[in-house]
């Protein structure tokens, strides 16, 4: 079983940044793909990003690339999210997930095991 809990998440003007933290319960965290994903008002989950249980591979939507980074510290048993450039748009609730142990990273929602309860993100114009 693995526990999430994410933070960091907070009001920034558009062009700014924030730095999200999920922190991870269980000892399979170091063995587990993790991922990000956003949710805003009226829309559907979408994927955000992910990384491998090593943090060698790494996955993000379009709409990221080049703004965000996910990284991990598997000695922490915690996973980042840095958001650089934010837009308006990126205004959403920013969940984080992990698969099971040894599973591989993924960009698909629907693989993931277990899910934080989120932390709001809100980018100003």
């Known amino acids: 079983q693995v526990q999430l809990v994410e933070s960091g998440g907070g009001l920034v003007q558009a062009g700014g940044s924030l730095r999200l933290s999920c922190a991870a319960s269980?000892?399979?965290?170091?063995?587990?793909?993790m991922g990000w994903s956003r949710q805003a008002p009226g829309k559907e989950r979408e994927f955000v990003a992910a990384?491998?249980?090593?943090?060698?591979?790494?996955r993000y939507a379009d709409s990221v690339k080049g703004r965000f980074t996910i990284s991990r510290d598997n000695a922490k048993n915690t996973v980042y999210l840095q958001m650089n450039s934010l837009k308006p748009e990126d205004t959403a609730v920013y969940y984080c997930?992990?698969?099971?142990?040894?599973?591989?990273?993924?960009?698909?929602?629907?693989?993931?095991?277990?899910w934080g309860q989120g932390t709001q993100v809100t980018v100003s114009s």
């Open positions: 269980g000892r399979t965290f170091s063995t587990s793909a």
């Open positions: 997930a992990a698969r099971t142990a040894m599973a591989v990273v993924t960009s698909l929602l629907s693989e993931y095991d277990y």
């Open positions: 990384i491998s249980w090593s943090g060698v591979s790494t």
